[in-house]
């Protein structure tokens, strides 16, 4: 698995929640079929879904979880 940051901010909506990616944020290149250098996975997303839910186990924890949020490559750096 290959880790990269965040250079810039990401602004989304899923599943009527405003997400927001701060610049600095870990993603990854690890998919449920193995790496794959096309995909960059936010990591570090518990905080933010349990504040927009009020709730540690949302949906929506499951669902970052379970299929995360890729996050177009212009938005971070390269991995190494």
């Known amino acids: 698995m290959k880790q990269?940051?965040?250079?810039?901010e990401y602004k989304?909506?899923?599943?009527g929640y405003k997400i927001v990616i701060p610049v600095g944020s870990i993603v990854n290149n690890s998919t449920a079929c193995g790496d794959d250098d096309?995909?960059?996975f936010w990591e570090d997303?518990?905080?933010?879904a349990e504040k927009l839910t009020g709730?540690?186990?949302?949906?929506?924890?499951h669902d970052l979880k379970h299929y995360g949020i890729n996050i177009p490559a212009e938005?971070?750096?390269e991995y190494k």
């Open 38 to 40: 096309n995909y960059r």
């Open 55 to 61: 709730y540690k186990n949302s949906l929506l924890a």
């Open 12 to 15: 989304l909506e899923y599943e």
């Open 45 to 48: 997303w518990r905080e933010q």
């Open 75 to 77: 938005y971070c750096e």
């Open 4 to 8: 990269s940051k965040t250079i810039k």
